[in-house]
């Protein structure tokens, strides 16, 4: 397994090589990009291999160790992750290069490709990092790329872009003054040292209440939600689907790799509990503003607030006991969430495109070189709303499981509350493809096959997650912390 050391450095190094390339020479930007895109994709899922075999590993850089040199980590979780990664960053560059050109004119679209570059490696390295800094360096690449990506669809999008620039710099601010905390106190960065020195306290819970803070709001979890609906459902659809997939799971990570490593000794029932109830929140507020949205990539955008709530029961239902069940559970979530979602947008790019226009209203009538993309659009749902045997359909099926196991009966109701409204809101979309008349673009451009194939493919991985139980609980098996 010798890519096992090389794997970390060609995920972080080839993206930001490639996205100087393309800012140089923008004619190979589309090549370069995808060829960029199929290797990151063929490593991260060697690298899955090896953690399957192997176990969880870390890499010191340069042969210097903590605290004074820095470090790789990669266990089931982040590799999990960096594959999905993967796999929406290359549907999404396919589905951008296919497109076909703007209407409307919009700002250069020479940085696309740069910045689109430049998050993916952000991405990669914010999921590799063992430290708390080197975290915070990667959410700073990841955000300054993610605003410049939505500011580049022009119109009411810039504006969206300035709100979530403002937003994402006060996340990473308050994150930042967390860390400072704890490394005043404990001269300690790295996460597993960190895990062996913190204790219960004054500054180490303040730290944490920070950290916490900062990382809410990056994930938009209510109430710290206002940012995400207009930055994604304004967005590129390549755009949307990244960012709602990938960047907000990335802020999620954290919260989960910070509770259950480094401060799991201040998880308290109380601590948990509030977690759980702002989760609880945001399945309900965010499914019923989805219910009331009129157009399309709005309807999907609340969504994501929605869905992302789910994750945040595995903290009361960890701290019940029912930690493997409620592990696995919301491991499962995130995976089925990343790959609906992001088939979700790259599907409502392709029926944009053919309409002219994404209102529910208007979306009826002939929907000729968008078949695929509604088949797409239907087999995310159905995962989102949890169908068997779709990865959503386990991850709530495990979630479940605790609850009962636990008596955690409310957290069961709100799995099955936002399951009866994510069924509503997505069934008026279905529902929309059904109507006699609607509209079509004056000009409908001719689509390429390839932007509904894209959504396709990643709707049947949202899909076929739901098999792979086994696999997943092994992976599970390799995360320090984890339940096993």
């Known amino acids: 397994m010798s890519l096992g050391p090389v794997g970390p450095a060609i ?14 020479r923008p004619r190979w930007s589309v090549p ?9 994709f063929a490593v991260a899922l060697a690298l899955l291999g090896v953690v399957l075999e192997q176990g969880a590993w870390r ?103 300035l709100r979530y620039l403002l937003a994402t710099l006060l996340g990473s601010t308050i994150y930042l003054l967390g860390v400072a905390l704890l490394y005043g106190r404990y001269a300690a960065l790295d996460f597993a040292l960190l895990a062996e020195r913190v204790e219960p306290g004054l500054v180490p819970a303040i730290a944490a209440a920070l950290m916490t803070l900062g990382l809410l709001l990056k994930a938009a979890i209510f109430p710290l939600h206002f940012w995400l609906p207009a930055a994604h459902g304004r967005a590129l659809p390549a755009v949307s689907a990244v960012l709602s997939a990938v960047v907000i799971a990335a802020a999620y990570y954290l919260l989960v790799r910070l509770w259950f490593g480094p401060l799991a000794p201040l998880l308290g029932t109380g601590v948990a509990t509030l977690l759980g109830l702002l989760g609880a929140a945001a399945v309900m507020w965010g499914g019923l503003l989805a219910l ?34 409620a592990w696995t ?11 609906a979602k992001a088939a979700l947008f790259l599907a ?15 979306l009826g009538g002939d929907q000729a070189g968008v078949l695929i993309a509604w088949v797409a659009f239907a087999i995310a749902s159905a995962s989102l709303v949890g169908l068997p045997p779709s990865g959503g359909f386990l991850g709530k099926w495990w979630l479940a499981q605790a609850a009962l196991a636990t008596g955690g009966y409310l957290w069961l109701a709100v799995l099955m509350a936002g399951t009866a409204l994510t069924s509503a809101y997505l069934w008026r979309a ?13 000009e409908a451009p001719a689509l390429s096959p390839a932007l509904g194939l894209c959504a396709l493919l990643l709707a049947l991985g949202a899909a076929a997650l739901g098999l792979a139980a086994p696999m997943l609980a092994r992976l599970l098996d390799a995360v320090p912390g984890g339940p096993g």
């Open 11 to 24: 995920l972080f190094a080839l993206p930001l090589a490639a996205a100087i390339v393309v800012f140089v």
């Open 32 to 40: 370069v990009a995808l060829a960029a895109g199929a290797v990151q």
């Open 59 to 161: 890499q010191s850089i340069g042969g210097w160790s903590a605290p004074l040199g820095i470090g790789w980590r990669l266990d089931g979780l982040a590799a999990a992750l960096l594959l999905m990664t993967a796999a929406v960053g290359l549907a999404g560059a396919v589905f951008h290069a296919s497109r076909p050109p703007p209407p409307a004119v919009v700002p250069d679209p020479r940085f696309f490709w740069p910045l689109w570059l430049f998050l993916w490696g952000g991405l990669n390295a914010l999921f590799l990092a063992a430290d708390l800094f080197n975290v915070y360096v990667a959410l700073e690449f990841v955000s300054i790329a993610s605003v410049g990506l939505i500011g580049l669809a022009g119109g009411a999008a810039q504006a969206a872009a």
């Open 292 to 325: 009331l949205q009129r157009h399309l990539k709005m309807l999907i955008a609340y969504s994501t607030m929605s869905q992302f709530g789910y994750g945040l029961l595995v903290f009361p239902l960890a701290a019940a006991g029912a930690v493997e069940q």
């Open 329 to 339: 559970g919301a491991l499962v979530l995130v995976l089925a969430h990343g790959l």
């Open 348 to 362: 409502a790019g392709a029926i944009v495109l053919r309409h002219g226009g994404g209102r529910l209203d208007a």
């Open 430 to 442: 279905l529902q929309a493809a059904l109507r006699a008349g609607g509209e079509t673009a004056a």
